[in-house]
């Protein structure tokens, strides 16, 4: 389905009754380490913008092969610069939104130091256990419904790795998912690892929900729409 996709996910929220919290970026206290500086930019960290903070989604390729970071539109205005991981210095600058559009809520960021990992991190009894996991490769949404019930996880900047399961797929483009966030998540990825230990299967970005249900635009609603492909390695 191709056309206001953006208008249909919040159509969509409030028909269903789901809060829109994690539309608006947030300034509160972030999840270790999710604020530390990254250089090359991978998915799942911290990023400053106009309205407030968000997070990194992942490294992509633009049509002119250019490379950068995917994110959730809604975190940033049209020419807003962007900062990883905050606005206290110049030298954390990192661009501004170059490939966007009001039908789906994505955007791209030019980045040449972006590489395809995602953060994940394993909390034990408070302690913080950062890996990366190199995304290997991503799944096109006409076969997400294999992974109904498969553990995933997303990574964001204020509620760190959080792990669930897909149960849907809503307006082609939208995938549903029992994963808790909060403000500032926007943009975390979501993502599978691999039982054989290859890295990460990358299945798209967070832009909204309730602190219980959240809903994720597939990375093929990113294809489609922007004509941005995800990196990935191997």
């Not at 249909?8 to 994690?22: E, P, Q, R």
């Not at 991981?85 to 110049?90: E, G, K, Q, V, Y």
């Not at 490769?137 to 419904?145: A, E, K, L, N, R």
């Not at 599978?192 to 959240?214: K, M």
Request: contains cysteine; charged residues 15%.
């Amino acid at each position: 389905m191709r056309g206001r996709l953006g208008l249909c996910l919040v159509v969509f929220l409030l028909a269903i009754g789901i809060s829109t919290i994690l539309i608006n970026a947030q300034y509160s206290d972030p999840a270790a380490p999710t604020w530390e500086r990254y250089r090359p930019l991978i998915g799942g960290i911290q990023y400053y913008a106009d309205k407030g903070a968000c997070t990194l989604s992942y490294a992509a390729r633009d049509s002119t092969g250019r490379v950068g970071m995917v994110t959730a539109r809604h975190c940033a205005s049209q020419s807003s610069p962007l900062y990883q991981p905050d606005d206290s210095s110049i030298s954390y600058y990192i661009g501004t939104p170059a490939i966007w559009t009001y039908d789906i809520d994505a955007m791209f960021v030019r980045f040449s130091n972006s590489v395809p990992y995602v953060l994940h991190i394993n909390n034990f009894y408070g302690t913080y256990y950062p890996t990366k996991w190199n995304v290997y490769d991503y799944v096109p949404v006409q076969d997400i419904g294999y992974f109904f019930g498969v553990p995933v996880f997303k990574t964001g900047r204020t509620t760190g790795t959080t792990q669930g399961t897909i149960d849907q797929v809503y307006y082609t483009y939208i995938i549903g998912a029992n994963l808790s966030a909060e403000r500032g998540d926007s943009g975390s990825p979501l993502y599978a690892i691999s039982p054989h230990g290859d890295g990460a299967l990358l299945f798209g970005h967070l832009v909204g929900g309730s602190s219980d249900y959240t809903l994720y635009i597939s990375v093929s609603g990113v294809i489609d729409y922007l004509g941005i492909k995800p990196l990935t390695y191997p």
